[in-house]
């Protein structure tokens, strides 16, 4: 089954927004199976937006990913990735449509309080940096067979 990673950033932390953004992915019938609140090392922010060097943004997007505690997560479910770009809205807030994470919690592209990855590569990229093989849980849900 396909995994992606997503993680309220630090204004979303901040808001207590994990709860509402965690129960989004719930109700949607994706599964979670992985799940930690940590504060992102430069070196690690560095790396997980390395296809940003360079650009105008960089310097005060590490600066603000590392400015607090964010919660990293695994969900799991078919098409994942793709659907969870959809439910997370348009990059820029002012874009977003409403009914989206980014279109009905935030206001300014640098505080869009929400990372998901972009691809299933970039997945599995962003999965494997921010979490160790034994951190990922494999469970049967019961519930799996009302969703599909
Ligand atoms: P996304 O987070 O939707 O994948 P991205 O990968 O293009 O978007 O950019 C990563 C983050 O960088 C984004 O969530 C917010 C910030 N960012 C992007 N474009 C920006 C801009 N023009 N000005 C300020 N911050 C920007
Ligand atoms: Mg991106």
Redo the contacts with the bound molecule.
Sequence with gaps: MEKTFLMV?PDGVQRQLIGEIVGRFERKGLQLVGAKLMTIPVSLAEQH?G??KG???YD??VSFITSGPVFAMVWQGENVVELT?KM?G???PKDAEPGTI?GDYSMF??K?I?????SPESANREVALFFNENELVEYDKLINSWIY
């Excluded at 929400?114 to 972009?118: E, K, N, R």
């Design positions: 950033k937006y296809e940003h650009k105008p943004f005060d997007l770009r997370m348009k990059t820029n980014r592209v640098s869009n929400i990372h998901g990855s972009d």
